[in-house]
Structure formats: structure tokens, C-alpha cells
Nanobody
Framework: QVQLVESGGGLVQAGGSLRLSCAAS????????MGWFRQAPGKEREFVAA????????YYTDSVKGRFTISRDNAKNTVYLQMNSLKPEDTAVYYC????????????????????WGQGIQVTVSS
């Protein structure tokens, strides 16, 4: 079992930065790929970024490439999402999630393949 708690959200002006953290409980955090998703009002939840269990591979949706960076510290049971050059369209509730399968070579971009989710945290970017 993995329990996830996000932090670091808030209100920021366009062009600013935020760093989201997702703290995981459970001894097996380091065996799971991790992902970040977001959901804006009236829209479906969408994939943002993912990282393999080892941290060796990362994946991003096109709209955040070059602006967002996902990383993890397995010693601290934490995954991060550094968000730079934020835009109003980045406004959403952000969720971290753990892949259902341990030690997977790749990490999926579809929400249904993630078995554990945090409660979500609001990120608001003002123009």
C-alpha cells in the first residue's frame, strides 16, 4: 500500500514558479513509477508528467515540456514537480499517483494504470 500527500500548491502570477511535492508513506515507494496529473474545472483529468521507479526515465505532456521537471528522492519517499514559466492554462487541481505495477520499465500516461492517488492540490496561475 502507498499513501500520497501533495503539498506546495497555491496562487502565482503568470511567468512564476511553484514546486509541488508528493510525500509517500509505505516502505515500497521506491519500487513504483510515479505520475502527476491535473484536472481543470469542466475538463477531464490529464497526464502531466511521469518518472520511472529508478528515476532513469521521465515523460511529459507536450504542453509542459521545457517548463516542468519531475524528479524523485527515494530516500525521502518524495516525488517533485518543478513548474516554471507558469501560464494561466496551467491552473488546475494537481494529483500525484503511483503506478499499479512495481518495477515497471516504463511508466504509463493513462490514469487508469495508476492505483494510488493523492487528494489533489490547487494550483492557480493569474494573468
Amino acid at each position: 500500500q502507498v499513501q500520497l500527500v501533495e503539498s506546495g500548491g497555491g496562487l502565482v502570477q503568470a511567468g512564476g514558479s511553484l514546486r509541488l511535492s508528493c510525500a509517500a508513506s509505505g516502505r515500497t515507494f521506491s519500487r513504483y513509477g510515479m505520475g502527476w496529473f491535473r484536472q481543470a474545472p469542466g475538463k477531464e483529468r490529464e497526464f502531466v508528467a511521469a518518472i520511472t521507479w529508478s528515476g532513469g526515465s521521465t515523460y511529459y505532456t507536450d504542453s509542459v515540456k521545457g517548463r516542468f521537471t519531475i524528479s524523485r528522492d527515494n530516500a525521502k519517499n518524495t516525488v517533485y514537480l518543478q513548474m516554471n514559466s507558469l501560464k494561466p492554462e496551467d491552473t488546475a487541481v494537481y494529483y500525484c499517483a503511483a503506478h499499479s505495477r512495481a518495477l515497471a520499465i516504463a511508466v504509463p500516461t493513462t490514469a487508469t494504470e495508476y492505483g494510488y492517488w493523492g487528494q489533489g492540490i490547487q494550483v492557480t496561475v493569474s494573468s
